[in-house]
């Protein structure tokens, strides 16, 4: 890690300002920065710290929403009874990411921003090629292990997945990204590698989050969070969904589903066509099986990443069954 100079921001212009300049990187929780920094990824020039900054560390709920500062920490986002009761999958996410120590550091701007896990990615001295890294140089993951790689959202320039765990429930409940000048849905705010995989979201240079919005719906209060993963804790998903469940007076009949997946795809995979499967419909076992296998279109596998389109639509048939028995509505 090469030294750096050290900027103090007392307002969010003057940080924006600030990463304007060459060699600029915005420091909050420095959870990821710091790792980024240790193994050669990210090398800034000027650290600009945020974390003093007022006004953007607050949760705040009501009926309509939940508005919740860039700044605010992943723990207690994940302990804040209102989130938990009316977001439960948002909760969840957060509370079953990372370690605890982290989590009491990692603030959710920065959580959204969270570089890929790819192993060549993160091995600059080992790996110079990577297209994330050196625009053009090439993909050494594919033809390599992929164990953990994407299978939805690839391209032959990149199959690295997108790692996080909230990005994923806020993409199911239609959450947006506060930039202060503009608003991004969530979903549009991460990008498809295409042909510019170094590019991961839409946020401009001298842009920086300030908060998120998570609308309030019977989806997001009737939700879970379900995460795969090769050990219980400190680990990233297999595969993960983000469920959420409304159904008609009838007890039975869907009148809204939300499926999101997660450790599968190169940005937080929102599966529309399993949705659609299920509105109108009642919540059987042969239902929701048949209709989480659409979760996998497109989906395009690497050798050792093939399990993954199995593992996907089990998850996302396992906690749609489960919510479905939580609300009464299991035919």
């Known amino acids: 890690m090469r030294d750096f100079s050290y900027f103090r921001a007392s307002s969010v212009d003057e940080a924006r300002n600030a990463v304007l300049q060459a060699g600029g990187a915005l420091l909050a929780g420095g959870t990821t920065l710091l790792d980024l920094a240790k193994c050669g990824v990210d090398e800034p020039e000027t650290v600009v710290d945020i974390t003093h900054l007022s006004g953007l560390g607050e949760i705040n709920v009501d009926a309509s929403s939940a508005v919740i500062g860039a700044l605010a920490r992943m723990g207690d986002v994940a302990d804040h009874p209102q989130i938990r009761a009316a977001f439960p999958a948002v909760a969840e996410s957060l509370s ?3 370690s605890a120590q982290l989590r009491n550091m990692a603030t959710i ?3 959204l921003l969270q570089r890929t896990r790819c192993p060549y990615f993160r091995d600059p001295a080992t790996f110079p090629a990577c297209n994330k890294r ?13 164990r953990n790689h994407a299978v939805l959202g690839t391209r032959n320039a990149c199959i690295a997945p997108y790692p996080g765990d909230l990005a994923v429930a806020l993409v199911a409940f239609d959450a947006f990204v506060d930039l202060g ?6 979903d549009d705010f991460f990008l498809l590698p295409g042909d510019t995989p170094e590019n991961e ?14 609308p309030a719906s019977a989806a997001a209060r009737n939700s879970i969070y379900l995460k795969v993963r090769d050990r219980q804790s400190y680990e ?4 993960s969904a983000a469920v959420g ?4 007076a009838d007890g039975k009949t869907v009148r809204d589903i939300r499926v999101a997946l997660g450790g599968v795809a190169t940005k937080p995979w929102r599966a529309r066509a399993v949705e659609q499967a299920l509105i109108g419909k009642a919540l059987d076992v042969e239902t929701v099986e048949k209709a989480s296998g659409l979760a996998m279109e497109g989906a395009v596998s690497h050798g050792g990443n093939r399990y993954k389109i199995e593992l996907a639509p089990r998850v996302v048939a396992r906690a749609i069954l489960k919510m479905a028995q939580n609300v009464g509505g299991l035919a």
């Open 134 to 146: 050196n625009p053009g140089s090439g993909c050494p993951a594919i033809g390599g292990v992929t």
């Open 181 to 186: 000048s503009r608003k991004v849905a969530v």
């Open 236 to 239: 990233f998903a297999a595969a």
């Open 201 to 214: 979201t839409v946020l401009k240079r001298g842009e920086m989050i300030v908060g998120i919005g998570i």
């Open 109 to 111: 701007g920065g959580n």
């Open 96 to 98: 079953l990411a990372a």
């Open 245 to 248: 469940v409304e159904l008609e």
